[in-house]
């Protein structure tokens, strides 16, 4: 059965960086895009980052240029590399996969002094 699995959150000061990592098993990876999105606390959950089967990507404008999405489809993996995180960042994050409509269980950042 499809699965998707994050991992890598946790808690950092801010303007430090983490990598998530998205692993996909269940179905053809390399034959999907993928998404990222996080939810905050009180608020709904929002769109970060998608990475089309040919690597092309785009981003939400509050993470465009410190967050990077990639994949490995070797690894039927994806990543999130969060750099210069500020405390706005907290919220859970999970993998999407829109096609199949399935999302992760999520993983928790919390970005705080």
């Known amino acids: 059965q499809v699965q998707l699995v994050e991992s890598g959150g946790g808690l950092v000061q801010p303007g430090g960086s983490l990598r998530l990592s998205c692993a996909a098993s269940g179905f053809t990876f390399s034959l999907h895009r993928m998404n990222w999105y996080r939810q905050a606390p009180g608020k709904q959950r929002e769109f970060i980052a998608q990475i089309t089967i040919s690597g092309s990507t785009n981003y939400a404008d509050s993470v465009k240029g410190r967050f990077t999405i990639s994949r490995d489809n070797a690894k039927s993996t994806m990543y999130l590399q969060m750099n210069s995180l500020k405390p706005e960042d907290t919220a859970v994050y999970y993998c999407?996969?829109?096609?199949?409509?399935?999302w992760g269980q999520g993983t928790q950042v919390t970005v705080s002094s």
């Open positions: 999407y996969a829109p096609i199949l409509d399935y």
